[in-house]
């Protein structure tokens, strides 16, 4: 049983759109999921209008295709906190992940999830790969299909102590 989690970063187009997906908060807009996550808080003034407004047309756009919109008030934390013994989340990508573990799914591909450095994701980054490692720990396959992701990546690229490129 495989899920694509999908953002908005680079190599998002090229998920499949014949497999299950889903979609990262505003990637509605770009293109079909079957299901939305979106744990941001667009009211605490971090978010400008744009983004703002945009989450309000991804909402709209989930409830008139009948998508599922999971965000703070629907997501089951109760039960993934209990289940994982962690609230360790520092994205909305975490939430997918650990739902899609807790949904029993042995594959997850990951597209336009990369966590580059430089940006707001970089501080994120860390929480991902907690959820991979989650992931990976139980047996299921985690792949990363991005081209310029950092996930499970050093920051050089190499591999500590050999120097050889990572794969």
Not at 37 to 66: C, F, H, P, T
Not at 84 to 107: C, H, P, R
Request: glycine share 10%; no cysteine; charged share 25%.
């Amino acid at each position: 049983m495989k899920v694509n989690i999908i953002g908005r970063g680079t190599g998002w187009e090229d998920a499949p759109r014949n497999e299950l997906s889903w979609g990262i908060t505003l990637i509605n807009l770009k293109r079909d999921v079957d299901l939305v996550i979106d744990m941001n808080v667009y009211e605490d003034g971090r978010w400008g209008e744009i983004e703002r407004l945009g989450a309000i047309q991804s909402r709209e756009k989930a409830k008139l295709n009948n998508v599922p919109y999971i965000d703070l008030k629907t997501y089951p934390i109760d039960t993934i906190i209990k289940i994982f013994k962690t609230d360790y989340f520092s994205n909305t990508v975490d939430y997918a992940l650990a739902l899609a573990i807790y949904k029993g799914f042995t594959e997850i591909g990951l597209y336009g999830i990369n966590m580059l450095s430089g940006s707001e994701y970089a501080y994120q980054k860390a929480g991902v790969e907690f959820w991979i490692g989650q992931a990976m720990g139980r047996g299921i396959k985690v792949i990363n299909h991005s081209p310029i992701s950092t996930i499970l990546k050093t920051r050089d690229g190499l591999l500590y102590g050999y120097g050889t490129k990572q794969h």
